[in-house]
Antibody
Framework: QVQLQESGPGLVKPSQTLSLTCTVS??????????WSWIRQHPGKGLEWIGY???????YYNPSLTSRLTISVDTSKNQFSLNLNSVTAADTAVYHC?????????????WGRGILVTVSS | QSALTQPASVSGSPGQSITISCTGTSSDVGGYNSVSWYQQHPGRAPKLMIY???NRPSGVSNRFSGSKSGNTASLTISGLQAEDEADYYCSSYTSNSPVVFGGGTKLTVL
């Protein structure tokens, strides 16, 4: 059974960088042709796709975030990470990592429980 | 990119069937058979219910079905049960940015 677990600070100051890591267990991040995504949910709101990465390092980003966003992968640790710089209060959200079973076409079958990140001074 | 359009809320009584719509454009829903549906209970991660318009992942009840006509996809839940009360989100592959979600629909079981 594949499991994903987000980790990182729950509080980030405005203008700083939000950094999160997703650890994948129960399966290898390099097998199966899966894409690995970050998705966020603002409090009381809907889902917003942030971006994803393939184990080779190929990335695709939400155009609204691309100027501030970097997603990377560490296959030796079976992890992938998100860095979002110059954050504001609008970046306060629950951040989920997820696996896309359809090679980037957006069918997320395994999700992490999510981590609430608050941007505040 | 603009979110896909879903009704804010739908409701139904136990045993009834309900349908949730998800309207996009020819650049997303209408252009690709890559529509997914998710169920989310409060405080929980979303759960994939339907992918590729009408396919159910293993373990998902056959009371859940998906379809698409033109730029609108639909999720139908038959034999409504109390446990189906949740938020439902659609998503689609899009030519503008790989994935876009709908705004979500709150299902109330009366």
């Amino acid at each position: 059974q594949v499991q994903l677990q987000e980790s990182g600070p729950g509080l980030v100051k405005p203008s700083q960088t939000l950094s999160l890591t997703c650890t994948v267990s129960g399966g290898s991040i390099i097998s199966g042709g899966y894409y690995w995504s970050w998705i966020r949910q603002h409090p009381g709101k809907g889902l917003e796709w942030i971006g994803y990465i393939y184990y080779s390092g190929t990335t695709y980003y939400n155009p609204s975030l691309t100027s501030r966003l970097t997603i990377s992968v560490d296959t030796s640790k079976n992890q992938f990470s998100l860095n979002l710089n110059s954050v504001t209060a609008a970046d306060t959200a629950v951040y989920h990592c997820a696996r896309d079973r359809t090679s980037g076409y957006g069918a997320f079958d395994y999700w992490g429980r999510g981590i609430l990140v608050t941007v505040s001074s | 990119q603009s979110a896909l359009t879903q009704p804010a809320s739908v409701s139904g009584s136990p045993g009834q069937s309900i349908t949730i719509s998800c309207t996009g454009t020819s650049s997303d829903v209408g252009g690709y058979n890559s529509v997914s549906w998710y169920q989310q209970h409060p405080g929980r991660a979303p759960k994939l219910m339907i992918y590729d318009v009408s396919n159910r992942p293993s373990g998902v009840s056959n009371r859940f079905s998906g379809s698409k006509s033109g730029n609108t996809a639909s999720l139908t839940i038959s034999g409504l049960q109390a446990e189906d009360e949740a938020d439902y989100y659609c998503s689609s592959y899009t030519s503008n940015s790989p994935v876009v979600f709908g705004g979500g629909t709150k299902l109330t079981v009366l």
